[in-house]
Structures are given as C-alpha cells and as structure tokens.
C-alpha cells in the first residue's frame, strides 16, 4: 500500500527557519513527526548589518539540500502582525446569505479594495439556527496585502517548491493549543464546547510577540510590539556593548560576571513587557465578562530567557508554564532528537501549520493565492482534456473513414430527409433566437429599471464613509495622555452638531467667502485659496469647541490646534483607525476645509461639578450664525443672498458677543453666539466656597465647513497621500483596540 503523502510545516522567522514534517498514523487517533529541521540565520534579520532576503534565501536553499520534499504538502506563515483580523458578530441572518454578509463586512474593515488583498473567513463560535435564521454567529475575517502574500511565499516559489497553504502565525498557535493542549479532533464530528476555561498562547519572537486567547472555539488575537531584541537592545544600551554580545548575554545571563547587572539592565523592558500583556488581557477580559484564564503557555525561543516565566507568573498571577513537549504527535526519531528537544518552544507554529495542511485542524482559512489554485486545478485536468481530445480525433478519423467508403452510395433522393430535418431545424433555431433576443431585450430594460430603483441605497454607504472620515481626521490623545485629567491638556475637539446643505454648485460658496472684504480667503490653506469647487453638492459644517492651551500665545494655538489637525486631515488623508493605513479624504470628494470662525471664552471649569450641555447656535447657509443656549439666549443665523453673494447675519445672544451684522451685505458670515459655561456660578456666590478647586480656563469654539461633492467608490481612483500632506501623526486616531476614541 502507498505511504500517505506527509505535510511540511515551515515558519521563517527572524532568528531562523523551523520546519517539521507529520504524517497520519495508521491508526488514526494521532500524527506521526517524520523529519524536522532547525536552521539559524548567520545573523538575526533586525541587526542593522543583515540582509534580510539574502539570509532567508541561504537559510531555504540549505534546508530544500537537506530535506526531499518529493510530493509532500508544504504550508507556511506569515506574520500575524503585517495580517488582519477581526472577529465579527453577525445579526440574525439566514446561513446561505453569511457569504454576502462578510463580504459587506470586509469592504468596511479592511482599508484597501479587496482586489488588492488576499481574505478569507471562517465561522467561529455561536452559529444556532432557529426558524431558519443563524444566531449570534461569529466569523472570523482574515486578510493581508497581496504583494506581502507572494513576498512571503518567494523564498520557496523561487526554488520551484509548491505551497499548499498560507497562514498567519497566531491561527496556527490555535491549531496547536486546540488540537495538543486541548485535544480537540476534527474527526470527531463535534464542534468544541463553549466552555469558560481560557488559554493564553505567548509567542516572543525576536521583534514583536503574539498573543492568542481562546478556549477552542472563541478567538482573540493581539500582537504586543515587545520581543526579544527589545531586551538585546536594553543591554547594548546600558551596558555599552555590540549587538551581537548583547544577544550572546542576554541568552547566557546566568552564566555571566554579573548576573544582577544583566538583569538590572533588562528590568525596564520586563516592566513594559508584563504592561502591554497585563493591558491585552484587561481587554480581552472587559469584552469576555465570563472568560477565566487558565493558564499562560509560553513558546517561541524568545520565552527561554532567565527570570521570564517567573517574573510573568507573579505580576499576571496565573500558572505560567513553558512548552517543552508535544502530547498529540508520535514519533520517537523526532521527539527525541538533542536538537529538537533543545529547541521544542519554536516549534508550535509550525506544528499546527503541518496540522492544518494534513486537514487535522477546525481551522479552514488560508491566503494563499486564489489565482495559483485555480492554476493548479487546470493542470491536474491537463492529462484528462489531452486523452479526451485524443479520443474525440480517433472517433472523428473513424467516421470519416467509413463515411469515405460509403460515399458513392450518396445520393440526392436518400438525403432529401435529411436536408428536410435540417431546414425545419434551422426554422426552429431562427424562431427561438428571435425570442431570446425580445427576452433579453426585457431583461435589460428590467436591469436598468433594477439599478433606477436601488440607487438610493447605494449613496446610504457614501453618507457613512463621510460620519467615518470626519471621525477618523479628529485628533486623539496616545498612550499616557490618555489619562490626563487638565482638559487644557487633553488633544481632543468637542464636535457639537453637524449639519449640511445641498447646493447646486459649491463653489458659489467658496467665492462668497473669498470675495474682497470678507477676510477669509487667509484662512483657507494656501493651496487651496486660487481654486475652489465645482458641482452639486453640499456644504458640511461642524460646530464645537477645545480648551486645549499648552502656548502661551493661546489665542493663536486655540485656532491653529484646529488648522493643524482638523484642518489638515480633512484636507489631504486620514487614518483608518481599525489598521492604521492612511486613506486619502479626496477619494470621498471632500475638499477646502476652512476654519470660518475661533474664537475664545471664559470658562469656568469645576473638576467636581457636572458639566452643562451647551446650547445650539443657529446656523447661516454658509456662515455660522447664532447664540447657544447655555446661560445666554438664542442668537438668529444669516441668510444668503445670491443677488450680492453677501450675508446678512444677526449677532447671536447669550453671555459673550457674537459677530457683526452686516446690512450691507458685505459680509460673508453671521456672527456665533456665545456659551454659557458649563456651570453656572453667581460671582458673589458659590465661588469662595469652591475657590480651592475651580479655575477659569478658556474655551475655543470653532466652526469648521467643508464642500463636498460625493464620489461613489466605483468612480474613485487611486491616490495615495504624500509627506506633505500627512499631517501630525500624534494627532491621528488610536489604532490599538483598547485605545479610546474621541
């Protein structure tokens, strides 16, 4: 009987390339190991001296020299950090429209157009049906950049090696942890329970280290950008020596002059590290109320440093444990090679690549090139399409034979039923033509009438993309300024309404508020003061407010704050806060944002009063006009007038002034009215009672418009952002999942 064919399982790392080979046993109930190998860079691909490409070719070539590959089935990784993915719950759905579901849900969580990305999805947990209907589905989406794809797999394709299977790392912890730790089988036929137990998979890889949750059939997945170099570069630093002796300490730390010194060195790197899992886990546990970690497992090389395991299992307080053997594979030749077992914690990604490939595994999903696999699939038909067409000759020769000694037997009077047959055929065939062309006529006319109809839900995504981009261009707050309680400090814009106008030409609006007189046409970029808009479309405003104050010029950075976030991203790109990819605002028709009114207000803050919601000032066609109703009254929003391009506007109420009116027509704006404060003191009462913990700080309320002409995303063309337009990055949004937005 043939041996069955085996599976490689190839991960590339930065420090090398392990790979492990599994065959199914006879028997069934586990895998078989049948070969593995453990190459080592010549140098780790971060150090500032490697080549990368070049030392991961040396490192495929040798291993394709030492091993035969012959028919076996290879997958490979890629790394979960240069990956997406998301865990999505699906709303009630029938289970043949989850396809078209996902799909829908991948052109809004993946920030590039699907045509230039490889995804994929897998159901996960949930997924009762009743009444014909899947309850709380999830899914999990899986994506990455084409050109990262074919990157990833060329050191191979190169050497002609064929990849069966693409994925990213952390679903290959899954399928270790579900089918060694938890020894789910997929030939059992059940799904794994929904139990509350929870496991933690650390993988500490040179540069970053992934973090996987799950209990077998939930998912979590979270990179943490702490790895082993991080350590390396600590010591290097503190202790003033070379890359490579750092390396060599770090691995060898017990064993040096001075261990205490070593790991004092270290000691700010273990603190950030315990941080960011401590943090991760917070948040996985703020979304999973009833989960219970129950142990942290830790593999990858990177976990074998000294003091790790201890110092992780006293600040998480859970059993921290470290791989040192596989509980669902055979294989003595193998498992108990010196330099297998030497190096056992690198080699759970490629276990469950190997898994996976030999279809042991729950997880289904792979990026690998659907363009390869249909290529594939043609090939393996090649042979059948060659003898088919060899038969269909041979039949054809034979016939054309037979009818060659028969042809002088041929006459008029024996075909004449035939050619009758014939005649009647082709009536018929012209006949039913005719009527498929009237029905395919209809169909067409129906199409269009289709197309009139769902138009306008079309343009629903349009108005969404546009709540999404303002949302995306406001400035967030990073890292520990998120906890800063002095709203003078806090980078954040305080949006109070949002309204828009429909006009038939926007750019009536530009020359209104870049006419001589105005004053405006300054506060419109410099770029964009010469040319304006054009075309149907709408003229969006945002009114709100800042107490962001760190110059002491304030009255010049209250408004400049806004020009040089808001302002800016809304004028050049902003970034997808679910990937952190720039996505450029033109694409969406959005141009010429103008800060049209900032000004500052006294306002007296009470970090223990709650605060008052502000009123709503009126609001112009174009300018701001109009009071709030906090403590003052209603301001009235101006008018336009197409006859002067001017506008009329009354100053608004309320306790500060607003702007000039203008009978003339001059102006280009109403004025904005004041706010109250956001709780309401007398002067002579309740002050000195609350002196030691009010302040008077001052508020910027602002009114920022923008034209917006809508393009659909089938009319948009490509148009990556430039440096020049990318903004302050500080102020672009958080994109780590527990960061909090604006």
Sequence with gaps: MAEARGAWGIDIGQAGLKAIKLRVSEDGEKVRAVAFDYIQHPKILSQPDAIPAELIKQSVETFLGRNKIGRDLIGISVPGQTSLAKFIK????????????????AKQQIPFDLNEVIWDFQSLGGGVEESGFMLDAEVGLFAMKRDLVYEAMRPL?????????????PLALYNYLSYDVLKYRLDSGKEPPDAEDYYIVLD?????????????????????????????????????????????????????????????????????YVTEIQRSIGYFGSVNRSAKIKQVIGVGNGFKMAGLQKFLQQNLQYEVIKL????????????????????????????????????????????????????????????????????????????????????????????????????ALTSTVSSNTSSYEAQ????????????????????????LELLKTINDC?????????????????????????????????????????????????????????????????????????????????????????ENTLRENLRQWTLNASSGDPTPVGQLGISHPVVVFATDTPYLYDPNARPGIPGAGGMGMYGMGGGAMGAGGMGMGGEYDPGNMGMEGMPGGGNYEGGNYDPAGAGMYGGAGGRGPAKKLDPLEGIEEDKDETQMITMTNFVVQFAWVPVQESDRQPNPPTAEGAGDGADTPATDPAADGS
């Excluded at 000694?405 to 024996?414: A, G, M, P």
């Design 90 to 105: 699906l709303p009630p759905v029938e289970p043949s429209k989850v396809p078209e579901i996902v799909r829908y849900e």
């Design 157 to 169: 394709t190169d050497q002609k090696a064929e990849i069966e299977l693409v994925q990213v790392a």
């Design 204 to 272: 500490m890889g040179a540069d970053n280290t992934t973090l996987m949750v799950s209990n077998g059939r939930n998912l979590w997945i979270r990179n943490v950008p702490i790895g082993g170099n991080h350590f390396t570069r600590a010591l290097t630093r503190e202790m003033k020596l070379t890359f490579a002796k750092a390396e060599h300490l770090k691995c060898n730390a017990t064993r040096a002059p001075d261990p205490k010194a070593v790991f004092q060195a270290m000691r700010p790197v273990f603190n950030d």
């Design 324 to 423: 040192h053997d596989f509980k669902g594979v055979t294989g003595d030749s193998v498992l108990s090679d010196p330099l297998f077992i030497d190096n056992a914690m690198t080699f759970a990604v490629p276990y469950g690549l190997a898994l996976q490939t030999l279809k042991q595994t729950r997880i289904r999903t792979t990026l690998l090139p659907p363009e390869i696999v249909t290529q594939r699939v043609i090939r393996r038909k090649k042979p059948w399409a060659v003898g088919m067409s060899a038969g269909l000759l041979l039949a054809m020769g034979l016939s054309t034979f037979a009818s060659a000694r028969v042809l002088s037997s041929v006459s008029e009077e024996k075909w004449k039923p035939g050619h009758d047959a014939v005649a």
């Design 440 to 463: 395919k006529a209809a169909h067409e006319a129906n199409k269009v009438a289709i197309d009139e109809l769902t138009a306008p839900l079309q343009k629903r995504e349009v108005w």
């Design 474 to 562: 406001l400035p967030r707050d990073e890292g520990d300024a998120k906890d800063e309680t002095d709203p003078t400090k806090k980078r954040q814009l305080h949006i109070e309404s949002l309204t828009h106008k429909k006009v038939e030409d926007v750019g009536a609006w530009f020359t209104a508020l870049t006419a001589e007189g105005t004053g405006l046409k300054e506060v419109f970029h410099l770029d964009d003061q010469e040319t304006g808009p054009t075309g149907l479309g709408y003229i969006v405003t945002l009114t709100g407010h800042h107490f962001y104050n760190t110059n002491e010029d304030f009255r010049k950075n209250g408004r400049s704050f806004i």
